[in-house]
């Protein structure tokens, strides 16, 4: 995007390489073109979902469940990487307004799959599962300004038991 603003208002024309506000080149670490991000960003999506589909057809099995459901939402989640860059990503990942619900959700993916690997408890790995979901809403909701808020304010007054 700096790039982008840079060369309007000096004038300068870069010839020859295609400039848009998605490429984020950080130290030439990530040459992907539009057309590849956008690729990628699909490809994770559809990957992502199709594991999120996959964990449904064996919902009765929890830990097969669980694995599926990881991986797809680490998938959905990792996919916006590519639009946006890895390094920026993370920047906004652990921006203070969002640290600690990324904390959270990475812990519960942690939790999640050590449930379901190394414990083999199902209804463990249910509850991890239930925690997972709670964390992603809850880490969703930190990018849209003041949904967290609102979310919170709604969930005390429907839980209030003050008459």
Known sequence: MWKLGQSIFSGEEEVGREESFLDDDVNG???LSYTQRVYGFAGCSVAGLACL???LIVFAKPIKFALLFTLGNVLVVGSTAFLIGPAQQLRMMFDPVRVYATAVYIGCVVLALI???WLHSK???ILAI????CAFIWYSLSFIPFA???VSDM???VFDTEI
């Not at 239930?130 to 979901?133: A, Q």
């Open 130 to 133: 239930i925690c997972e979901v």
């Open 53 to 55: 589909f996959l964990c």
């Open 123 to 125: 209804i463990v790995t």
């Open 29 to 31: 670490l990530c040459n």
């Open 148 to 150: 967290r808020r609102v």
């Open 115 to 117: 449930c379901a690997l």
């Open 155 to 157: 969930m005390i007054r």
